[in-house]
């Protein structure tokens, strides 16, 4: 079952890496118990951190699904998850979901993250 929740874990740390560079570490806790998490992960250098929560009854023994939740721009992942109640549905219908934090408030898509764009002449 540790290979549910790494594999969790990896893919926020995927996720996160999408905004940087670099492979993602594996926190020290495969398992986490119910409740909410806020995990940093180091990504090419840079502290990336993700808040997870985890709903009640969550054992680590069975497979459950992660939604990851990508926050709005300029925003963070807590911002997100005090807006949509996913938190909610989540022990309603037992799956986790993580709120990673964006580079400078974004995820690096269309304008608002990466490199200016220049408009055609």
Do not use: W
Request: overall charge neutral; glycine content about 14%; proline content about 10%.
């Amino acid at each position: 079952m540790r290979r549910t929740v790494r594999i969790s874990v990896l893919v926020c740390g995927l996720v996160l890496a999408a905004c940087g560079s670099g492979p993602p570490v594996t926190p020290a806790s495969p398992r986490p118990a119910a409740g909410d998490h806020r995990l940093t992960l180091d990504v090419g250098g840079k502290q990336r951190s993700v808040l997870l929560h985890v709903p009640p009854g969550y054992t680590g023994t069975n497979p459950v699904p992660l939604v990851v939740a990508l926050h709005f721009y300029p925003g963070s992942g807590e911002r997100l998850r005090d807006m949509i109640g996913m938190d909610a549905k989540a022990d309603e219908h037992g799956f986790l979901v993580a709120y990673p934090d964006g580079v400078a408030g974004g995820f690096n898509a269309l304008v608002c993250c990466g490199a200016e764009a220049t408009s055609p002449s």
